[in-house]
């Protein structure tokens, strides 16, 4: 077993397909092929399932990526730390998280404190139910998302199940984010019922869609009229333009402190905001350096919110 052959398995992994890793890797399909091949000889296991529409980690191959990714990092880090030609090494990190301003903050500070030569990082603001299966298959080291009275019973037992850890951020009240001109704007409070008359706003799920998986509380409330998107931008247009609501913290992102508010929901419900790690891995340096940087923006908006008791920032 090389090390080489690890960088493979991650790059295929990641990837999800044999033929875009070996384009990013400038390596012929034949011979990445060839080198699963004999990894899988050599351990004893099958790492993929291969079928007409790709390829797919099985068991003992998401158990062998977990390993694979803390021997290559350790390998880097010593590298880096020891090597004659520490400009070659690169740092790996990948994050997966729902629909939050603070976690892209975070990431950019992440990213331009890093002084390394060369480093691949990914942001992945997606689906509920993808944040679960990128850390449960390694895809990224970490991921963040919201639990709540609501809907722990079934996320906090399909995090149990994938052997996947929560630790909590923060806990805040609801907010819902409208226009500076909606009739809403201007109270102290809304209360659920306040809502009805106007268009709500969600994140799109997928396939896997259930009201559990929505990144917004209150998703149980029957409601007249819905609009769905896929991302922060097209929200934060249909914030500015309609009078319609979206369910949040009531954390603004950059691109929402002009012509947006957020107002408290009247409610004991809570979002208790944390991220995600699998339990066969530790954080590396470079994952544990970005969630430092994720509670000192947590830091900065102490304050702004209605927070459920002490903000709850791990480690304080």
Do not use: W
Not at 53 to 70: F, K, P, S, V
Not at 98 to 112: D, G, L, M, S, W
Not at 172 to 178: D, K, Q, R, S, T
Not at 259 to 283: C, F, K, N, S, W
């Amino acid at each position: 077993m090389t090390l080489q052959q690890l960088r493979y398995l991650i790059a295929i992994a990641e990837r999800e397909s044999i033929n875009s890793a070996a384009r990013d890797l400038y390596i012929s399909q034949s011979s990445l092929s060839v080198a699963v091949r004999d990894l899988e000889e050599e351990l004893g296991v099958i790492i993929f399932t291969r079928t007409s529409r790709g390829i797919t980690l099985t068991n003992d191959g998401i158990e062998l990526l977990g390993y694979a990714r803390q021997v290559v990092e350790q390998a880097d880090l010593m590298l880096e730390r020891y090597g004659s030609n520490s400009g070659a090494t690169h740092g790996r990190l990948a994050i997966s998280s729902q629909h939050y301003a603070f976690v892209v903050r975070a990431f950019i500070e992440f990213a331009n404190a890093r002084k390394e030569e060369g480093y691949e990082f990914t942001l992945r603001e997606t689906r509920t139910a993808e944040v679960i299966d990128d850390v449960r298959t390694f895809r990224s080291d970490l991921g963040v998302l919201y639990l709540s009275t609501y809907n722990e019973r079934v996320v906090g037992k399909r995090l149990e199940d994938e052997g996947l850890s929560f630790t909590s951020l923060f806990r805040a009240h609801p907010h819902v984010f409208v226009r500076e001109g909606h009739p809403l704007a201007s109270c102290a409070s809304v209360r659920t019922d306040d809502l009805a008359p106007y268009p709500r706003f969600t994140f799109e799920q997928g396939p896997q869609s259930s009201l559990y998986y929505s990144e917004e509380p209150f998703s149980a409330l029957p409601h007249a009229r819905r609009i769905i998107a896929s991302d922060r931008a097209t929200l934060t247009g249909l914030l500015r333009h309609m009078d319609g609501f979206l369910v949040s913290t009531g954390v603004r992102s950059d691109e929402m402190f002009e012509g947006i508010v957020a107002v408290p929901i009247e409610t004991d419900e809570v979002m208790d905001v944390g991220y995600i790690t699998h339990g066969q891995r530790q954080l590396g340096p470079l994952a544990a350096d970005y969630v430092s940087r994720l509670k000192r923006q947590i830091q900065d908006f102490e304050g702004t919110l209605q927070l459920s008791g002490d903000l709850a920032i791990e480690g304080q």
